[in-house]
Protein backbone atom coordinates (compact mmCIF):
# COMPACT_ATOMS: atom_id res chain seq x y z
CA UNK A 1 0.00 0.00 0.00
CA UNK A 2 1.27 3.48 -0.90
CA UNK A 3 2.42 5.76 1.85
CA UNK A 4 -0.71 8.39 2.20
CA UNK A 5 1.81 11.00 3.49
CA UNK A 6 4.19 10.21 0.48
CA UNK A 7 4.93 13.65 -1.54
CA UNK A 8 2.75 13.65 -4.68
CA UNK A 9 4.74 13.26 -8.04
CA UNK A 10 4.39 16.11 -10.10
CA UNK A 11 5.60 17.06 -13.69
CA UNK A 12 8.43 20.36 -14.02
CA UNK A 13 5.06 21.97 -15.82
CA UNK A 14 3.10 21.70 -12.69
CA UNK A 15 6.11 22.73 -10.31
CA UNK A 16 6.58 25.70 -12.64
CA UNK A 17 3.23 26.96 -12.59
CA UNK A 18 3.27 26.32 -9.00
CA UNK A 19 5.85 28.90 -8.31
CA UNK A 20 4.64 31.12 -10.49
CA UNK A 21 1.19 31.26 -8.81
CA UNK A 22 3.06 31.57 -5.37
CA UNK A 23 5.63 34.36 -7.29
CA UNK A 24 2.41 35.95 -8.25
CA UNK A 25 0.84 36.23 -4.56
CA UNK A 26 4.26 37.14 -3.06
CA UNK A 27 5.05 39.98 -5.32
CA UNK A 28 1.28 41.80 -5.12
CA UNK A 29 -0.61 41.31 -2.50
CA UNK A 30 -4.29 41.16 -2.20
CA UNK A 31 -5.34 43.87 0.01
CA UNK A 32 -7.17 43.54 2.88
CA UNK A 33 -10.16 45.82 3.96
CA UNK A 34 -10.27 47.58 6.82
CA UNK A 35 -12.71 45.88 9.14
CA UNK A 36 -12.69 47.97 12.24
CA UNK A 37 -12.03 51.67 13.51
CA UNK A 38 -11.49 52.58 16.80
CA UNK A 39 -14.51 54.54 17.17
CA UNK A 40 -15.76 50.48 18.31
CA UNK A 41 -13.61 50.61 21.73
CA UNK A 42 -14.71 54.30 22.29
CA UNK A 43 -11.88 55.95 20.55
CA UNK A 44 -12.14 59.69 19.27
CA UNK A 45 -9.81 59.75 16.06
CA UNK A 46 -9.13 61.46 13.11
CA UNK A 47 -8.79 60.35 9.60
CA UNK A 48 -5.50 61.60 7.91
CA UNK A 49 -3.50 61.27 5.48
CA UNK A 50 0.31 62.27 4.24
CA UNK A 51 3.30 61.66 1.78
CA UNK A 52 5.74 58.80 2.54
CA UNK A 53 9.38 60.35 1.86
CA UNK A 54 8.67 59.75 -2.15
CA UNK A 55 5.34 61.15 -2.14
CA UNK A 56 3.15 57.75 -2.23
CA UNK A 57 -0.27 59.24 -0.27
CA UNK A 58 -0.70 57.55 2.98
CA UNK A 59 -3.91 57.16 4.70
CA UNK A 60 -4.01 56.36 8.89
CA UNK A 61 -5.64 57.42 11.54
CA UNK A 62 -4.41 59.46 14.42
CA UNK A 63 -6.22 59.05 17.73
CA UNK A 64 -5.19 61.76 20.25
CA UNK A 65 -4.43 61.35 24.09
CA UNK A 66 -5.31 64.86 25.26
CA UNK A 67 -2.28 66.48 27.40
CA UNK A 68 0.27 63.94 26.00
CA UNK A 69 3.69 64.66 25.17
CA UNK A 70 4.32 61.23 23.65
CA UNK A 71 3.77 59.53 20.42
CA UNK A 72 3.61 55.53 19.33
CA UNK A 73 3.73 55.45 15.00
CA UNK A 74 2.31 52.13 14.33
CA UNK A 75 3.23 49.99 11.45
CA UNK A 76 1.95 46.90 10.18
CA UNK A 77 2.65 43.40 9.30
CA UNK A 78 2.99 42.45 5.13
CA UNK A 79 -0.49 42.17 3.91
CA UNK A 80 -2.34 43.35 7.16
CA UNK A 81 -3.25 47.01 6.86
CA UNK A 82 -3.87 49.49 9.90
CA UNK A 83 -7.40 47.22 11.33
CA UNK A 84 -5.70 44.19 11.04
CA UNK A 85 -6.07 40.72 8.78
CA UNK A 86 -9.76 38.94 8.15
CA UNK A 87 -8.10 36.03 8.20
CA UNK A 88 -11.35 34.20 9.57
CA UNK A 89 -12.83 35.06 5.85
CA UNK A 90 -12.68 33.74 2.45
CA UNK A 91 -10.63 34.76 0.48
CA UNK A 92 -8.04 35.61 3.17
CA UNK A 93 -9.00 32.67 5.01
CA UNK A 94 -7.85 29.66 2.83
CA UNK A 95 -4.66 31.87 2.42
CA UNK A 96 -4.04 31.48 6.10
CA UNK A 97 -5.34 28.31 7.07
CA UNK A 98 -3.45 25.64 6.91
CA UNK A 99 -0.22 27.36 8.45
CA UNK A 100 -2.82 27.76 11.24
CA UNK A 101 -3.39 30.90 10.99
CA UNK A 102 -6.96 30.82 9.78
CA UNK A 103 -8.14 33.61 12.60
CA UNK A 104 -9.33 37.33 12.64
CA UNK A 105 -5.90 39.63 14.21
CA UNK A 106 -7.89 43.01 14.86
CA UNK A 107 -5.11 45.29 16.10
CA UNK A 108 -7.45 48.03 17.19
CA UNK A 109 -7.46 46.73 20.53
CA UNK A 110 -3.62 47.50 20.55
CA UNK A 111 -4.27 51.49 20.33
CA UNK A 112 -6.97 51.40 23.04
CA UNK A 113 -4.15 50.01 24.95
CA UNK A 114 -1.36 52.43 23.95
CA UNK A 115 -3.38 55.34 24.22
CA UNK A 116 -4.81 54.19 27.68
CA UNK A 117 -1.20 54.58 28.89
CA UNK A 118 -1.01 57.81 27.40
CA UNK A 119 -0.07 57.77 24.12
CA UNK A 120 -0.72 59.50 21.07
CA UNK A 121 -1.09 57.00 18.46
CA UNK A 122 -0.60 56.99 14.80
CA UNK A 123 -1.52 53.82 12.62
CA UNK A 124 -1.95 54.06 8.64
CA UNK A 125 -1.49 52.05 5.71
CA UNK A 126 1.57 51.45 4.12
CA UNK A 127 1.84 51.27 0.01
CA UNK A 128 -0.13 48.80 -1.57
CA UNK A 129 -1.89 48.08 1.37
CA UNK A 130 -5.25 49.06 2.66
CA UNK A 131 -6.38 52.73 1.38
CA UNK A 132 -3.10 53.97 0.89
CA UNK A 133 -1.36 54.61 -2.54
CA UNK A 134 -0.48 51.96 -5.08
CA UNK A 135 3.34 52.81 -5.65
CA UNK A 136 6.54 50.56 -7.87
CA UNK A 137 3.96 49.12 -10.07
CA UNK A 138 2.04 47.65 -7.17
CA UNK A 139 5.08 45.14 -5.54
CA UNK A 140 5.85 44.42 -2.13
CA UNK A 141 9.65 44.52 -1.44
CA UNK A 142 9.42 43.61 2.31
CA UNK A 143 10.73 47.01 3.75
CA UNK A 144 13.17 48.13 0.44
CA UNK A 145 10.79 50.58 -0.94
CA UNK A 146 8.24 50.47 2.26
CA UNK A 147 10.95 52.15 4.34
CA UNK A 148 10.02 55.32 3.17
CA UNK A 149 6.69 54.83 4.18
CA UNK A 150 8.38 54.51 8.18
CA UNK A 151 10.31 57.93 7.34
CA UNK A 152 7.43 59.88 5.92
CA UNK A 153 5.49 59.14 9.40
CA UNK A 154 8.09 60.37 11.27
CA UNK A 155 8.13 63.17 8.92
CA UNK A 156 4.57 64.23 9.49
CA UNK A 157 4.61 63.74 13.02
CA UNK A 158 6.80 66.83 13.05
CA UNK A 159 4.44 68.90 11.15
CA UNK A 160 1.52 68.24 13.48
CA UNK A 161 1.30 70.63 16.49
CA UNK A 162 0.21 68.24 19.10
CA UNK A 163 3.09 65.80 17.84
CA UNK A 164 5.54 68.30 16.62
CA UNK A 165 7.77 67.81 19.95
CA UNK A 166 6.57 64.88 20.81
CA UNK A 167 8.92 61.71 22.50
CA UNK A 168 8.46 59.28 19.19
CA UNK A 169 8.17 55.61 19.88
CA UNK A 170 8.04 52.96 17.11
CA UNK A 171 5.74 49.73 17.08
CA UNK A 172 7.11 47.75 14.06
CA UNK A 173 5.79 44.51 13.42
CA UNK A 174 6.16 41.89 11.30
CA UNK A 175 7.16 44.06 7.50
CA UNK A 176 6.57 46.94 9.88
CA UNK A 177 9.69 45.76 11.53
CA UNK A 178 11.55 45.15 8.27
CA UNK A 179 10.71 47.85 6.89
CA UNK A 180 11.93 50.10 10.06
CA UNK A 181 15.04 48.38 10.25
CA UNK A 182 15.48 49.09 6.47
CA UNK A 183 15.38 52.74 6.47
CA UNK A 184 17.21 52.82 9.67
CA UNK A 185 19.93 51.59 7.05
CA UNK A 186 18.72 53.68 4.12
CA UNK A 187 18.09 56.91 5.70
CA UNK A 188 19.65 57.08 9.58
CA UNK A 189 18.94 61.00 9.90
CA UNK A 190 15.46 60.08 10.24
CA UNK A 191 15.88 58.48 13.50
CA UNK A 192 17.77 61.06 15.52
CA UNK A 193 14.74 61.68 18.11
CA UNK A 194 13.20 58.30 17.80
CA UNK A 195 13.47 57.16 21.11
CA UNK A 196 12.59 53.41 21.20
CA UNK A 197 11.54 50.38 18.79
CA UNK A 198 8.77 47.43 19.63
CA UNK A 199 9.43 45.29 16.76
CA UNK A 200 7.46 41.86 16.60
CA UNK A 201 8.39 38.86 14.34
CA UNK A 202 10.70 40.86 11.58
CA UNK A 203 11.59 37.85 8.88
CA UNK A 204 13.19 37.77 6.13
CA UNK A 205 11.41 36.94 3.10
CA UNK A 206 13.79 33.82 2.12
CA UNK A 207 13.26 32.65 5.87
CA UNK A 208 9.07 32.18 5.43
CA UNK A 209 9.21 31.32 1.67
CA UNK A 210 11.40 28.48 2.68
CA UNK A 211 9.22 27.41 5.06
CA UNK A 212 6.11 27.57 2.96
CA UNK A 213 7.22 25.90 -0.08
CA UNK A 214 8.92 22.91 2.37
CA UNK A 215 5.09 22.71 3.11
CA UNK A 216 4.20 22.03 -0.52
CA UNK A 217 6.77 19.55 -1.16
CA UNK A 218 9.03 22.15 -2.87
CA UNK A 219 11.43 22.80 -0.24
CA UNK A 220 14.60 22.65 -2.87
CA UNK A 221 12.83 25.19 -5.29
CA UNK A 222 13.62 28.31 -3.46
CA UNK A 223 15.93 29.43 -5.88
CA UNK A 224 13.22 28.98 -8.84
CA UNK A 225 11.12 31.05 -7.02
CA UNK A 226 13.53 33.68 -6.20
CA UNK A 227 14.40 33.86 -9.95
CA UNK A 228 10.33 34.59 -10.46
CA UNK A 229 9.97 37.01 -8.28
CA UNK A 230 13.06 39.13 -9.15
CA UNK A 231 11.37 39.19 -12.55
CA UNK A 232 8.63 40.48 -11.39
CA UNK A 233 9.93 42.95 -8.70
CA UNK A 234 13.04 43.52 -9.65
CA UNK A 235 13.71 43.03 -6.18
CA UNK A 236 15.19 39.53 -5.19
CA UNK A 237 15.72 37.66 -1.81
CA UNK A 238 19.35 38.55 -1.80
CA UNK A 239 18.18 42.20 -1.41
CA UNK A 240 15.66 42.32 1.07
CA UNK A 241 18.28 41.47 3.77
CA UNK A 242 16.80 41.85 7.03
CA UNK A 243 19.39 40.55 9.32
CA UNK A 244 22.15 42.66 7.28
CA UNK A 245 19.53 45.63 8.02
CA UNK A 246 19.55 44.99 11.61
CA UNK A 247 23.24 46.13 11.85
CA UNK A 248 21.96 49.52 11.53
CA UNK A 249 19.36 49.90 14.37
CA UNK A 250 20.74 52.22 17.12
CA UNK A 251 17.92 52.61 19.03
CA UNK A 252 16.83 50.53 22.11
CA UNK A 253 14.99 47.29 20.45
CA UNK A 254 12.51 44.68 21.82
CA UNK A 255 11.83 42.13 19.56
CA UNK A 256 9.64 39.52 20.55
CA UNK A 257 8.24 36.47 18.34
CA UNK A 258 6.69 32.78 18.60
CA UNK A 259 9.62 30.46 19.07
CA UNK A 260 7.86 27.45 17.04
CA UNK A 261 6.37 29.84 14.67
CA UNK A 262 5.97 27.45 11.32
CA UNK A 263 6.22 29.63 8.92
CA UNK A 264 9.89 30.85 10.01
CA UNK A 265 12.70 29.39 12.16
CA UNK A 266 13.59 30.91 15.40
CA UNK A 267 17.03 31.58 14.29
CA UNK A 268 16.12 34.04 11.85
CA UNK A 269 15.01 36.73 14.74
CA UNK A 270 17.89 35.51 16.73
CA UNK A 271 20.51 36.48 14.03
CA UNK A 272 18.49 40.12 13.66
CA UNK A 273 18.67 40.55 17.51
CA UNK A 274 22.24 39.40 17.96
CA UNK A 275 23.21 41.87 14.70
CA UNK A 276 21.31 44.56 16.56
CA UNK A 277 24.98 46.63 17.78
CA UNK A 278 23.83 47.57 20.82
CA UNK A 279 23.90 46.61 24.47
CA UNK A 280 20.15 48.23 25.36
CA UNK A 281 18.01 45.10 23.87
CA UNK A 282 15.76 42.44 24.38
CA UNK A 283 14.01 39.52 22.59
CA UNK A 284 11.48 37.49 24.10
CA UNK A 285 10.44 33.89 23.07
CA UNK A 286 6.40 33.43 23.24
CA UNK A 287 5.85 29.39 23.57
CA UNK A 288 2.59 27.28 23.63
CA UNK A 289 1.74 27.76 19.87
CA UNK A 290 2.81 27.26 15.94
CA UNK A 291 0.32 30.02 14.90
CA UNK A 292 1.92 33.43 14.16
CA UNK A 293 -0.60 35.52 14.23
CA UNK A 294 -0.51 34.76 18.07
CA UNK A 295 2.69 36.87 17.85
CA UNK A 296 0.52 39.70 17.14
CA UNK A 297 -2.02 39.24 19.56
CA UNK A 298 0.39 38.77 21.90
CA UNK A 299 0.09 42.60 22.85
CA UNK A 300 -2.96 42.49 23.79
CA UNK A 301 -2.97 39.53 25.98
CA UNK A 302 0.01 40.70 27.87
CA UNK A 303 0.89 44.64 26.86
CA UNK A 304 3.01 44.95 30.42
CA UNK A 305 6.71 44.01 29.08
CA UNK A 306 6.20 46.15 26.04
CA UNK A 307 4.63 48.98 27.90
CA UNK A 308 7.51 49.04 30.29
CA UNK A 309 9.83 49.04 27.60
CA UNK A 310 8.26 52.28 25.98
CA UNK A 311 7.65 53.85 29.42
CA UNK A 312 11.54 53.49 30.45
CA UNK A 313 12.19 54.64 27.01
CA UNK A 314 10.18 57.38 26.82
CA UNK A 315 10.01 59.19 29.90
Known amino acids: MADVHEAPVRTE ?10 ADGFSVLRRAPILHSPSELGLDYEDVTFPSRDGVPLEGWFIPAPGSDKLIIANHPMGFNRSGMPAHLEPWRSDWAPS ?15 HDAGYHVLAYDLRNHGLSGAANGGVTTGGVFEARDIVGSLRYARTREDTRTAAIGLFSRCMGASSTFAAMTQFPEAFDEVRCLVAPQPVTGRTIVERRLAALGLGDRVDDLDRHVLMR ?3 GFAQ ?13 TFLYQVREDILTHPSDVQTMFDNIPIAEKKLQWIEGTTARFDGYLEFQRRPQPMLEWFAKHMS
Do not use: C, H
Open 13 to 22: EQIDQMLRRF
Open 100 to 114: GNGFEVDLVPDYRIL
Open 233 to 235: TSV
Open 240 to 252: RNVREWAKSVRVP
